[in-house]
Structure formats: structure tokens, C-alpha cells
């Protein structure tokens, strides 16, 4: 069985930090590209930013500058540094990766349980 757990979200002032966490468990292979997403009440579920296994990024319009995306494929750990935090940045984010299991020949999607980010004076 294999779970994403986040953490590191909480209540923030605008111009504040965060850094959320993903901690991916359970009977792993391997690891491609992992990513974070977000939904804000009433709106769709949508993407933040991207990293492959190799290291490369990519970032919705919206955060580029200010948040930045990280993993250790050594713990099967991904990062999500946020800075400049502004009220359009609260949603609760959720992690996700495509991960292979050592009897599977296929990657499946796993989403994370998601952790709540609100940004308020």
C-alpha cells in the first residue's frame, strides 16, 4: 500500500512563507514525476508546479518566482517552498505522484490527502 502524506500547511500573513512537505510510503519502485496541485473553495483542482525524477521543473504562471519546487529521491520526499504568500494562494494543496510498484509494469497516479494553506491578515 503506498500513501503520500503532506504537512507544513497552515494559517500564514500575506508576504509570509510556508514549505510543505509530501512523504511518499509503502512498497516502492520507483518514482517519476511528482507535483503539487491546489484547490481554492468553489474552483477546480489545479496544477502548481512539476519535477521529474531528473530534476526538471515546471510552474503555473501564477507562482513562478515565488515558489519553488523540490524532492530528495532518496527519502521519496517532495518539497513545496512558498514565498511572498498573497489570499489568492489559499486552497488546501495536495500532492501526487506516478509511482511503480516492484510487481506492477505500469505507473499509477497517488494523490496525497492534501494539507490546507490559508493566507490572511
Known amino acids: 500500500q503506498v500513501q503520500l502524506v503532506e504537512s507544513g500547511g497552515g494559517l500564514v500573513q500575506p508576504g509570509g512563507s510556508l514549505r510543505l512537505s509530501c512523504a511518499a510510503s509503502?512498497?516502492?519502485?520507483?518514482?517519476?514525476?511528482m507535483g503539487w496541485y491546489r484547490q481554492a473553495p468553489g474552483k477546480q483542482r489545479e496544477l502548481v508546479a512539476t519535477i521529474t525524477s531528473g530534476g526538471s521543473t515546471n510552474y503555473a504562471d501564477s507562482v513562478k518566482g515565488r515558489f519553488t519546487i523540490s524532492r530528495d529521491n532518496a527519502k521519496n520526499t517532495l518539497y513545496l517552498q512558498m514565498n511572498s504568500l498573497k489570499p489568492e494562494d489559499t486552497a488546501v494543496y495536495y500532492c501526487?505522484?506516478?509511482?511503480?510498484?516492484?510487481?506492477?509494469?505500469?505507473?499509477?497516479?497517488?494523490w496525497g490527502q492534501g494539507t490546507q494553506v490559508t493566507v490572511s491578515s
Open positions: 509503502g512498497t516502492i519502485r520507483s518514482i517519476s514525476t
Open positions: 501526487e505522484g506516478r509511482i511503480r510498484l516492484p510487481q506492477d509494469m505500469t505507473w499509477s497516479d497517488y
